[in-house]
């Protein structure tokens, strides 16, 4: 995970982003800063700055550092590490684009909607669902702007950015990726797996998960084409099995 502090708030405010309240400081700092921010707001997000899937992040209320109770963060980072500590936005969906910069220009490649838990990456549905599509455009604002501030410092390669949108329908940006991201292989897949077809932006998703009756992968493939389900070239639809889960490594890179 590359937060926005990764950007520097202060580089992604002069981008045009919009952020929630809060501060970016050293893990030492990040117990007072939370505290700071429950005097204004109900709840606090308090994450590290590289992180993997979630991992190490906290959301913090005032009843939690209530008195003499104190903050107890991960290890992630190590005792000085960056952290960014956050207001807690009331979330309707989270929405991320992933981009490419080549000769200089920022193309956009696709964008959805993530599935979280506490944080934590669960699926993704693209193209953006109506509930969200009115921030489509936004969203390529903010991500052609980081675009072209990586192709200024040198970077041709892809990046994603991520944003919350709130129950008022308001989007904050809310974490950058300069690198490939969880959503660029089955996104890759399903671009090979349509060629043929005549829709130009196939509609896709992803989801992982446990079943509570583990089965092999031949097993589960025969269930999927016995129920119909299994990916069908010649409707361009269906289900596809794939693997995609790395070892988890604390403060290694989403």
Known sequence: MADISRLGRETAGRLGMRLPAGRMCRRPEAEGVARELLRDHERVVVKPDRSAGGHGMRFVSRDD???EASLLL???GGPEGLWVVEECLDVAESVSIQMEVAASVAHALFSGAMRTVQGSF????SPLPPSCAHVAGELE???TALGRHLADHGYAEPFGLDGLVDTDGVMCASESNIRRTATTTPHAMVTRLTAESAEPHPAWSVSKGWTRSPMDFETALARLRASHLAFDPE???GVVLYADAPPAVPGGTR
């Open 65 to 67: 550092l209530r008195g």
């Open 74 to 76: 991960d290890t992630v």
């Open 122 to 125: 669960t699926g993704y549905a």
């Open 141 to 143: 604002e903010w991500g």
């Open 235 to 237: 409707r361009g639809e």
